[in-house]
């Protein structure tokens, strides 16, 4: 898998992290964001992660009400940070400065031990372990291991019955100071971290209704696409016939936002999350390339086509050398004339079309394409999103369908916004 992958379009980490973001510590939505942006190397690496995610997904009624306080997180672990050495208790001599700062101390490994025991009380022992993999199930037994070291709940007893006194925050001071010593702590973080992302991932996806991905060689297919950012959605099915699919359809017909859901989907998929659709059948792609916000590039002097045009470059040779490429263009060669844009996209549909193991979606404003030789063939695979007109004024449907749209409704929009009236009562004045 190729690490240039380019999908800032996608927004993943402003619009999408939110979606999946159930954590409870900035650590742990650290660790969501990489697996949120990091595509997996391989379908055996994404099958892995997505029986991890499973296992998690299966462990539902347990880690449903899975929270904490971010604040009592933030002050236990600031204050294991800063530990080097056990308590010591206090004597005779110790003044009483430092019988309050002793106090403060005391106070403070009882608030470790409530926060950790309730955390391995209400999630960690319930866990079924049998639903996962071998190799996470390791990761597993070690947070459960580390935490039932400290004889959490004898000590929350103590807590609970007021004797929680110097003797028990000696004792289990000596055992924090020994894992900080020996690596424990360590190696505990990152494991309970990812813990902590994998388990907001699964609440995401039950909670939304997402499915699972079959990664393999055939068409895209999916079912019930749509993008999460909706409120209401209308689903879409989807079958790709071809290797490059052709959109079509009057602007706010929703076009982009359907690229988007596509895009997001084959991306999710590479990274072995759930996806917002019912079922979904993708192939696997060294490289994946979303372009649908249109821009320049002022640091390189490019102008919005000269961008595109490489872009464009850069994935084709990907695809020559090799790679399975999936790639998403919205309004293709928007930027330029309609003569030189019907000309290079006619040439840029066909040879994408060579590249039979990658996948490109491309949608378009020119309808003088219905008629060239590249569509009439069936090259590609023309699609549109539906539109009605009642009454003067569009009702867009937001449903994808087979075939071309012929429907222009720009002057519509323009004459219901009363442009022609503000314009005429302008030129008259």
Known sequence: MTSNHQITDLNILTEILPVFNYTNNPFAEQVLSELLIQPLPSIAHIGERQQI???????YPFLKSYNYSRAAFAEVYQFIQTQDRPFSGSSIFTSKAQK????????????FVLFFEELLRKWITMINLSVFPG?????????HQQLTDFDLPY????????????????????KVIARKQDG???RFWPVFFRFEA???????????????????????AIRDLYHPLLNEPVKN???????????????????????????????????????????????????????????DDLQNGYSHFMYEIKNLKHLILEAAAGKRCFAVFDELFKGTNSADALAITCSTLEGMHRFEDS??????????????????????????????????????????????????IGRLLFEAEGLYELLRKHSSS
């Open 155 to 174: 000590y929350a007893g103590l807590i609970n019955e007021q004797q929680f006194g110097e003797k028990a925050v000696k004792q289990l001071s000596a």
């Open 237 to 295: 099915d989807i079958v790709l016939a071809k290797n490059v699919g052709l959109l079509t359809g009057p602007n706010m017909a929703g076009k982009s936002t359907l690229l988007k859901a596509i895009g997001l989907c084959v991306f999710l998929a590479h990274t072995g999350v759930a996806v917002p659709a019912s079922a979904a059948e993708i192939p696997f792609f060294d490289h994946i390339a979303v372009f649908i916000n249109h821009r």
């Open 100 to 111: 309050r700062e002793q106090q403060v101390l005391m106070n403070a490994y009882a608030q």
């Open 135 to 143: 190799t996470y199930k390791a990761a597993l037994e070690t947070i």
């Open 53 to 59: 995610l499973k296992g998690f997904v299966k462990n």
């Open 359 to 408: 996948c490109f979606f491309v949608s378009t404003h020119l309808h003088e394409l219905k008629t060239q030789p590249v569509v009439t063939s069936n090259t590609v695979h023309v699609l549109h999103i539906d539109c009605i007109i009642e009454n003067g004024s569009p009702r867009f449907t937001y449903k994808l369908e087979d075939g071309w749209s012929d429907l222009k």
């Open 184 to 186: 424990g702590w360590q």
């Open 198 to 220: 994998y388990t907001s991932i699964s609440l995401a996806v039950v909670r939304k209704g997402f499915a699972f991905p079959a990664l393999g060689t055939g068409p895209i």
